[in-house]
């Protein structure tokens, strides 16, 4: 499994911005795919999942209603939309996947073996 995330860069408080992740050797359809992010001195944390049938896509607070995930499983690709975006949006971002991860775990980073890149956001005011 292999991902790449790119999209990334410095935006104003109330721009937005569209990450993607191009994801090979898997299948969406049997793949829990999530989006993480890691601030400075901060733990990795969740951002937006889907469940492994895509049937069930989860949003963590802080990102509810500004965030939309999204993924196409012909060309296996993820997408994080992210409007109205806040100083303390900024973070490094990366895409994740899963085959195990049970729906109740989705929020859980060790619950995910694979992982892309990185790609930076950062978010002046």
């Known amino acids: 499994v292999q991902l790449q995330a790119s999209g990334g860069g410095l935006v104003q408080a109330g ?39 895509g049937g069930y896509t989860n949003y963590a607070d802080s990102v509810k209603g500004r965030f939309t995930i999204s993924r196409n499983s012909a060309d296996k690709t993820m997408s994080l939309q992210m409007n109205s975006l806040r100083p303390e949006d900024t973070a490094v971002y990366y895409c994740a996947a899963s085959r195990s991860v049970i729906t109740s775990s989705l929020r859980d980073p060790r619950a995910y073996p694979h992982w892309g890149q990185g790609t930076q956001v950062t978010v002046s005011s």
């Open 15 to 53: 721009d937005s911005l569209r990450l993607s992740c191009a994801a090979s050797g898997v299948t969406f359809s049997t793949t829990a795919t999530g989006w993480f992010r890691q601030a400075p001195g901060k733990e990795r944390e969740f951002v937006a999942g889907f469940s492994r049938t």
